[in-house]
């Protein structure tokens, strides 16, 4: 039988508190970054954050501080320079510097962070104030816009906003106050694994202690307790199993746009000469027809959202996605990515109300995986962001709505001509669909459907 979901809010209520690890004792260190106020700003109180920060499973300490920013509350807010020293030699590292010509805070991706001796440490004891700037940040040579305060002559950024800017994955768990920073190539626990607390010794065993039958007494005589039967779970797609399969954009709506590393045909004929321009519609589509052909071999019902090279407006999305809710199990958006030319690897969006566990959890990490021995590589730990109504993307909103489990898979950055290369032909195609297939199987083998 198909499992179903109860639908639930999730609020960030940790995003309102904070890490105190600001030291009693004033320490005199050079301001990171001088700051460019805003016009007309004004000053805003600044608590030093309670909230404990896991980076890859050990906790770090950087400073930070909760900010009330506007009528829905507050958030913390992190110095760039501490984020930038903790990702050294992690695949996410970045370069911090200033330009005093321009003004402009430098970063590159990549490479090594050189510290300046303010790192990890607060200018001032307790409370400050913050004041919003206008600090210019280029990537790589492009601008990027991230909401920025400074206190004492540091600037500090949402954690969330750096996450998204530099390539590392955030959540938040309401229940112990933790924020939670995991880079693209980890896999362990998201906090330091515990042991087993001791058991205390009593002077009388919970158990009588045995000695070697002697056949005289039946006391002498164990039995062993036999194993608990397993609970069946389904092993294979037998028929049961529907997907419904969104084609992302299409027609009129050619998606994200990139460069032709080298000639190559696509799915179309269309001869693309190397320089020449791609899209996301000369990929999501024939993903998705390999990955229907391989589904429906394999005994599941497909549902499409497009099977031809055309537009589905969002509504006309949300429309298919409900009227197939009470039928379909499951869905799966297929989109490629492109951010900055210099982005790759692939990234999988799941519903807010799993990024605490649960079967949106467990899905993306069956995608994961699959991908993972395809030979591509994570751009970004899977995310679970919380938009206007409660998901990142509209496809998962939509769903979420009805009750549907869904991700949006992003196999590969099409602006980035080595990431591509894995798509640019029907093998790179059938590889990628795949990978999908194989997801979907191993987690209905552990899931109702």
Do not use: W
């Amino acid at each position: 039988m198909r499992k179903r979901f109860i639908a639930f809010t999730l609020l960030f209520s940790s995003m309102l508190s904070g890490v105190s690890y600001a030291t009693n004792e004033e320490i005199e260190v050079t301001p990171d970054i001088p700051a460019v106020y805003a016009a007309s700003t004004q000053g805003k109180k600044a608590y030093v954050s309670q909230m404990e920060i896991y980076l890859d499973g050990e906790q770090v300490k950087p400073i930070a501080y909760l900010i009330s920013v506007d009528a829905y509350g507050a958030y913390t807010y992190f110095k760039l320079r501490d984020l930038a020293y903790l990702m050294n030699g992690k695949d996410c590292q970045f370069s911090v510097d200033y330009d005093e010509e321009t003004r402009q805070i430098i970063t590159k991706s990549g490479e090594k962070y050189v510290p300046n001796g303010s790192e990890m440490k607060a200018s001032s004891s307790g409370d400050q104030i913050a004041y919003q700037t206008d600090s210019q940040i280029l990537l790589d040579g492009k601008k990027v816009e991230m909401e920025a305060y400074s206190i004492n002559g540091n600037t500090y950024y949402k954690l969330r906003d750096m996450g998204e800017v530099f390539g590392f994955d955030v959540s938040y768990k309401d229940s112990s106050r933790q924020a939670i920073i995991r880079t693209p190539s980890y896999t362990g626990p998201d906090t330091p694994e515990t042991s087993e607390p001791d058991t205390p010794e009593t002077s009388e065993p919970d158990t009588p202690e045995t000695s070697e039958p002697d056949g005289n007494s039946p006391s002498d005589i164990i039995t062993p307790t036999p194993e608990p039967e397993p609970e069946p779970t389904p092993n294979k797609v037998d028929g049961k199993l529907t997907v419904l399969i969104d084609v992302g954009h299409g027609g009129t709506d050619p998606g994200a746009g990139g460069t032709a590393p080298y000639a190559f045909f696509t799915y179309q004929n269309r001869k693309v000469n190397a320089g020449g321009g791609i899209y996301e519609t000369d990929f999501n589509l024939p993903v998705a027809l390999c990955l229907r052909d391989l589904l429906e071999a394999s005994g599941a019902n497909v549902i499409m959202s497009a099977e031809t090279d055309k537009t589905v407006t969002f509504s006309e999305r949300k429309k298919i996605i409900e009227s197939n809710a009470n039928t379909a199990d499951m869905l799966i958006s297929i989109h490629h990515n492109a951010f900055n030319g210099n982005a790759s690897g692939f990234d999988i969006l799941a519903q807010i109300k799993y990024k605490n566990g649960g079967d949106g959890y467990e899905l993306a990490q069956s995608f994961e995986k699959e991908y993972l021995e395809a030979g591509r590589k994570r751009h970004a730990p899977t995310t679970f962001r919380e938009g206007s109504n409660g998901d990142y993307y509209a496809i998962l909103r939509y769903a979420a709505n009805v009750d549907l489990l869904a991700i949006i898979s992003e196999y590969a950055y099409i602006d980035n001509a080595n990431d591509v290369e894995c798509i640019l032909s029907n093998e790179g195609v059938e590889r990628e669909a795949q990978a999908m297939h194989d997801a979907i199987l191993d987690f209905y083998s552990t899931h109702e459907y």
